[in-house]
């Protein structure tokens, strides 16, 4: 018998014309990776506190996050670090992963931990650490194809903190260099997603500030590179909404790192600060998908969403599925605002109609679609209920304290 808060729901819905097969088919079909580096030991610059059960190694990270897959159904990939998750032999973790029902997704290079990076890596004036960050990030695109891969999300921390430093021209210059380079590497079904963030660790100047320069970069590599929005990137009252439809009209918007923010790259988990934010992040979103035009309604289908948090003192694999599910929860409420009745307000002029259309959306509580929605994707009702419930967070608890850090 179905769930009578779900009859009504379903009632209230379709007497706004909302299409209820269309919304549960598109909550079925997103996709949202996990990073693997979320499962492991982090902290701040003053204290990383080590919790017990903490996967020891990228396998381990691989069996978490199979984890969360299975209690959510929408999370199959896992998002590498490299070196990080370095291991000998990629084809094993990339068996290994699919014999626990996930993926490997996107690689992500690391060009900020080794000391030769200290000025710079794709940007620094000594072509032989040039040299160094471009062989890291086409070692990278070999270990995308080893393991299936189609992105590669790059993050630079390339920056100066003081004025006169460096020359900033020419570290532009190096670094579509390098990129090139790399951009040369890609298979024709590749993609290399362009990051930016506007501080830190570098405080005067970033070489990747924000979108319009992750955007230039991408334009100029060609159609293969794209831009990647991690949503703690902004200075302080950016509207990221905004910066979401330029690039979805622009058929250049790569992907997402979900994350909350109060104040700067804080990585709290996805929804949990600010939520209207990432409704209408998803309204931009939904309202791509209905576009007139062929090409951005393809940009919206091909977002890689993916989360990019750190879990300083929660446990990591629910604080990983507390994420997944409120990004799933903010787009269920994006997918039932009536996108013709905001468009009839727009035509109007009518400011408040038009507001009010969009917002009557929010408020409405979709717990009961997506239990159906769970329930027909064969996955738990209630994800972290279900989790909790389950033995797996005690037996990891045998792992001891002192796993892999991030
Ligand atoms: C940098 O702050 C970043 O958002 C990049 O995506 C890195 O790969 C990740 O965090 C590492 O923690
Ligand atoms: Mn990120
Ligand atoms: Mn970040």
């Given at each position: 018998m179905a769930d009578k808060h779900y009859v009504l729901f379903e009632e209230q819905q379709k007497d706004r014309g909302i299409n209820l097969d269309e919304v549960k088919e598109k909550l079925r079909t997103i996709k949202i990776e996990t990073p693997s580096w979320g499962y492991?030991?982090?902290?701040?610059?003053?204290?990383?506190?080590?919790?017990?059960?903490?996967?020891?190694?990228?396998?381990?990270?691989?069996?978490?996050?199979?984890?969360?897959?299975?209690?959510?159904?929408i999370s199959p990939g896992v998002a590498i670090h490299i070196p990080w998750d370095y291991v000998d032999d990629f084809t094993k973790l990339k068996a290994h992963a699919e014999q626990h029902g996930v993926h490997l997704g996107a690689v992500n290079p690391n060009l900020f931990q080794d000391d030769e990076y200290k000025f710079g890596s794709v940007t620094n004036s000594d072509p032989d650490i040039r040299r160094k960050a471009t062989d890291h990030l086409l070692e990278c695109v070999d270990i995308a194809k080893?393991?299936?891969?189609?992105?590669?999300s790059l993050w630079f921390a390339d920056g100066t903190n003081y004025p006169g430093q460096a020359d900033i021209r020419k570290r532009?210059?190096?670094?579509?260099?390098?990129?090139?380079?790399?951009?040369?590497?890609l298979d024709e079904d590749m993609r290399m997603l362009i990051e930016y963030k506007f501080f830190e660790p570098a405080f005067y100047h970033t070489d990747l500030a924000d979108w319009g320069m992750s955007y230039n970069m991408a334009q100029k590599l060609g159609p293969k590179a794209e831009v990647l929005v991690d949503t703690g990137h902004h200075p302080q009252g950016t509207n990221i909404e905004h910066i979401v439809a330029y690039l979805l009209d622009e058929k250049r918007l790569g992907g997402f790192h979900f994350n909350s923010r109060k104040y700067a790259d804080d990585d709290l988990f996805a929804g949990s600060l600010n939520p209207y934010e990432l409704f209408l992040t998803f309204y931009q979103i939904v309202s791509a998908l209905y576009d007139e035009d062929a090409g951005v309604q393809k940009n919206a289908k091909s977002i890689a969403y993916m989360l990019d948090q750190c879990h300083n003192l929660?446990?990591?694999?629910?604080?990983?599925?507390?994420?997944?599910?409120?990004?799933?929860t903010l787009y269920a409420k994006a997918l039932l605002i009536n996108l013709d009745e905001v468009q009839q307000a727009q035509e109007k002029q009518d400011v408040l109609a038009a507001e009010h259309a969009v917002r009557k959306a929010f408020e409405f509580d979709v717990t009961p679609l997506l239990r159906v929605v769970r329930e027909e994707m064969g996955v738990p009702a209630d994800p972290m209920a279900a989790y909790l419930e389950s033995e797996y967070g005690e037996k990891i608890l045998k792992r001891g304290k002192g796993g892999a850090s991030w």
């Open positions: 492991g030991d982090s902290g701040t610059r003053f204290k990383v506190f080590q919790q017990e059960g903490v996967p020891r190694d990228p396998f381990e990270k691989i069996e978490d996050a199979a984890q969360v897959q299975k209690h959510t159904g080893t393991v299936g891969s189609k992105e590669l532009k210059h190096w670094m579509y260099e390098c990129l090139s380079e790399m951009y040369n590497a929660e446990a990591k694999i629910p604080a990983m599925i507390r994420s997944i599910t409120n990004v799933q």
